[in-house]
């Protein structure tokens, strides 16, 4: 995803270093969706007190869950369209890929040309990407308003297509097994939210969190931004509805994704403008915690060594 418009940046931009850390959801069963995640999804369980649990690739946890009781799904609000999990090269992604093909879990993959794709639910209706980066295939760019992709020779697609998955198996190896976990590499490249106003949205991501824009489409109400020149590292839609309303307390679902900035000074340069624009944020043992105009939970955090 490229950047379309200059007039887009600011005279400030957030630290190009700038990740996304782990993702925190609040869940109705704990033990199935533990289950999921290392049998499905080839997650490590890094811990797990009580109510709560933390799993990854073996290093820091990508993603929280946390069981509360009598929580529902609630559609029409916004929240968590997806978290994306970023996998180091097309062989890693097969293998995540065919190990939901063996346990005939339903999944949508997708080629976005300078990505290869699958998109999935979790037990409970949480959204979930895989994918790995392919921009030798070509490019995908929001201009004018338009989203579109260009493959390597110039030709133009939606970059929605369905994805050559006989190609990418072709780099599972024979003695590859199914059943490992996912490779320490992995992370999550972006997370793509349901938000009640583009324009609001954009507002505070990019003009007081810093992130750039990267393309802004009202035709299909979706926003990209990013740090670093990263196609993006979080999406913004409208697809629950424009005005959609925050989901209840008794929801399934979000409780906040986190921001990593790369160091001290990085997290004070946001934070001044978090307070000079009279946001509120309280402090958490995951980082500062402050919601966005979708009431959407955000952590910033400084990444950990």
Same mark, same amino acid.
């Given at each position: 995803?490229?950047?379309?418009?200059?007039?887009?940046?600011?005279?400030?931009?957030?630290?190009?270093?700038?990740?996304?850390?782990?993702?925190?959801?609040?869940?109705? =069963?704990?033990?199935?969706?533990?289950?999921?995640?290392?049998?499905?999804?080839?997650?490590?369980?890094?811990? +797990?007190?009580?109510?709560?649990?933390?799993?990854?690739?073996?290093?820091?946890?990508?993603?929280?869950?946390?069981?509360?009781?009598?929580?529902?799904?609630?559609?029409?609000?916004?929240?968590?369209?997806?978290?994306?999990?970023?996998?180091?090269?097309?062989?890693?992604?097969?293998?995540?890929?065919? +190990?939901?093909?063996?346990?005939?879990?339903?999944?949508?993959?997708?080629?976005?040309?300078?990505?290869?794709?699958?998109?999935?639910?979790?037990?409970?209706? =949480?959204?979930?990407?895989?994918?790995?980066?392919?921009?030798? @295939?070509?490019?995908?760019?929001?201009?004018?308003?338009?989203?579109?992709?260009?493959?390597?020779?110039?030709?133009?697609?939606?970059?929605?297509? /369905?994805?050559?998955?006989?190609?990418?198996?072709?780099?599972?190896?024979?003695?590859?097994?199914?059943?490992?976990?996912?490779? /320490?590499?992995?992370?999550?490249?972006?997370?793509?939210?349901?938000?009640?106003?583009?324009?609001?949205?954009?507002?505070?991501?990019?003009?007081?969190?810093?992130?750039?824009?990267?393309?802004?489409?009202?035709?299909?109400?979706? #926003?990209?931004?990013?740090?670093?020149?990263?196609?993006?590292?979080?999406?913004?839609?409208?697809?629950?509805?424009?005005?959609?309303?925050?989901?209840?307390? @008794?929801?399934?679902?979000?409780?906040?994704?986190?921001?990593?900035?790369?160091?001290?000074?990085?997290?004070?340069?946001?934070?001044?403008?978090?307070?000079?624009?009279?946001?509120? #944020?309280?402090?958490?043992?995951?980082?500062?915690?402050?919601?966005?105009?979708?009431? =959407?939970?955000?952590?910033?955090?400084?990444?950990?060594?």
């Amino acid at each position: 995803m490229n950047q379309t418009s200059s007039a887009e940046k600011t005279e400030f931009s957030i630290h190009p270093a700038t990740s996304i850390g782990h993702i925190s959801l609040r869940v109705a =069963n704990l033990e199935n969706q533990l289950t999921f995640y290392q049998q499905a999804m080839g997650f490590k369980l890094h811990w +797990r007190e009580g109510n709560k649990a933390g799993l990854g690739s073996g290093n820091a946890d990508l993603l929280c869950l946390t069981e509360e009781p009598n929580l529902k799904r609630y559609r029409g609000v916004t929240g968590l369209y997806h978290v994306a999990y970023l996998f180091p090269n097309r062989r890693e992604l097969a293998i995540a890929m065919a +190990r939901l093909f063996a346990l005939k879990y339903p999944n949508a993959p997708t080629d976005h040309i300078m990505t290869k794709t699958t998109y999935l639910d979790d037990l409970e209706g =949480n959204g979930i990407e895989l994918y790995c980066e392919s921009p030798e @295939d070509g490019t995908w760019t929001i201009t004018d308003g338009n989203m579109e992709a260009r493959r390597k020779d110039g030709s133009w697609s939606n970059g929605r297509e /369905p994805l050559d998955v006989d190609a990418l198996f072709s780099h599972i190896k024979e003695d590859d097994r199914l059943d490992v976990p996912v490779p /320490p590499e992995t992370k999550i490249g972006h997370v793509h939210l349901h938000v009640h106003d583009i324009d609001e949205a954009v507002d505070f991501y990019h003009g007081v969190i810093g992130f750039d824009v990267m393309g802004i489409s009202k035709g299909i109400q979706m #926003a990209f931004v990013s740090a670093g020149g990263y196609h993006h590292h979080i999406g913004l839609n409208t697809w629950q509805g424009r005005g959609a309303p925050p989901p209840p307390a @008794d929801a399934l679902g979000l409780r906040h994704f986190t921001i990593e900035l790369p160091d001290q000074k990085a997290l004070d340069d946001v934070m001044s403008r978090v307070e000079k624009a009279g946001i509120s #944020a309280n402090q958490t043992e995951d980082g500062l915690l402050l919601y966005d105009p979708s009431q =959407n939970g955000v952590i910033l955090t400084t990444a950990k060594k």
